[in-house]
């Protein structure tokens, strides 16, 4: 069964970003539909037969193909709100999952916190559609003024980074020690006396020796010589963001004389 993927962007250029990432990951033009309040009100009838103008809401249920139970109140407050709009019509869950790995990458709002923004500070909703979008009401013809308001916030971004590792190597090294070596001696000299009696006693001599010497026995020891500290330190810095917002101009011309929207000026 086909289901909608529905989502919402701030700016036209990252909404179209996410529009072509999709279309080349194999997503179809009948699959992918990207829409904002121009965008719709060029595509839409403006008359239903009946001589009524049709609500913003039905323009733009009508646009992306949703049915007469889906709430296209939200939706249709963000387009009316100067935000785009992205439709993905996916067949199953493995095509859903893709279509969403591939929008979040494009910074989509939260379109349930930004409503509930709207909500509080006061929502355009359905029942004024026909006068949010200019139209009759009372005998009046109301032609709304509009102006975006730029809100900048922020996020953290991946920079430049790095990597430390540490890791063993051998080196040669050399230490001095002294070695003593005792080795016996065996000689005869040349003597003239009387033997004592123990020398007679004693008779024959069976002698053992052994020569002795020293050899450098090796330890090892590990210390810590030094330390390598990895931490981070924090900056901050101002920044100007410049963009432009769309306001509604409306011009009235009475007897010659030309008034904009803003002039104080009383239009009679």
Request: charged share 35%.
């Amino acid at each position: 069964m086909t289901q909608a993927l529905v989502a919402v962007f701030d700016k036209q250029t990252e909404a179209q970003h996410a529009f072509d990432a999709l279309m080349s990951e194999g997503f179809s033009d009948d699959q992918v539909h990207l829409a904002s309040a121009d965008s719709i009100e060029a595509t839409s009838s403006k008359d239903d037969g009946n001589g009524h103008n049709d609500s913003f809401g039905h323009k733009v249920a009508s646009f992306f193909g949703f049915g007469k139970d889906e709430d296209t109140d939200t939706y249709s407050e963000a387009v009316r709100r100067g935000n785009c709009v992205l439709s993905v019509d996916v067949a199953n869950d493995d095509e859903a999952k893709r279509a969403e790995d591939i929008i979040e990458q494009h910074d989509p709002i939260d379109i349930d916190e930004r409503s509930a923004q709207w909500r509080e500070s006061g929502r355009q909703g359905s029942q004024s559609d026909s006068q949010s979008m200019g139209g009759q009401t009372n005998g009046e013809e109301i032609i709304p003024i509009i102006e975006e308001e730029l809100q900048v916030g922020k996020r953290e971004t991946q920079r430049s980074g790095g990597r430390v590792r540490s890791h063993n190597y051998e080196k040669p090294v050399e230490a001095n020690v002294n070695l003593r070596e005792q080795h016996t001696t065996v000689s005869s000299r040349a003597v003239n006396r009387s033997a004592i009696e123990a020398e007679q006693a004693y008779g024959e001599v069976d002698m053992e020796y052994r020569d002795t010497a020293e050899e450098a026995v090796v330890a090892k020891e590990a210390r810590v010589v030094e330390e390598v500290v990895v931490g981070k330190k924090s900056s901050d810095r101002d920044e100007t963001i410049k963009d432009s917002v769309r306001r509604t101009e409306v011009e009235v011309e009475k007897d010659g004389k030309r008034m904009a929207s803003g002039d104080k000026r009383k239009t009679g």
